[in-house]
């Protein structure tokens, strides 16, 4: 077995509301560093931090950038559709990298990750 760990997160909070966003990008980058394969779902007010064109004057290193960083150096990066919808958020709000999934995504990610780490 490898030494290196694939890592998935779940990811539920908004992301200026916790600092559960920072934390994220912060775990997964210093992942991608050692070499890790980083995948995320993001659930409930999760998928509120893959949105593209949040304004950057309220945090210059937000949410977007910390998360176009993550998907350049190979991350995974998956919203839930359910969630997406209830919220009244369209696929095409989203980063571009994103996808939209299912629980289906969830569970496979979870199924592949050697550690979750929910936020």
């Known amino acids: 077995m490898s030494s290196l760990a694939d890592l998935g997160f779940l990811v539920t909070r908004s992301p200026h509301t916790s600092p559960g966003a920072r934390f994220f990008y912060l775990l997964a ?15 409930m007010d999760g998928v509120y931090q893959c ?12 949410p977007a950038r910390w998360l176009e960083e ?22 095409a709000a989203l980063l571009s990298g994103v996808r939209v999934g299912t629980m289906e995504d969830l569970a496979w990610l979870t199924a592949q990750a050697d550690r979750v780490v929910c936020l």
């Open 29 to 43: 980058r210093a992942a991608q560093e050692a070499g890790h394969t980083v995948r995320a779902f993001f659930y």
């Open 51 to 62: 949105l593209n064109g949040q304004d950057a004057s309220v945090d210059e290193e937000g």
């Open 70 to 91: 993550l998907l350049e150096n190979g991350a995974v990066m998956v919203a839930s559709n359910r969630c997406m919808r209830s919220r009244g958020l369209e696929p």
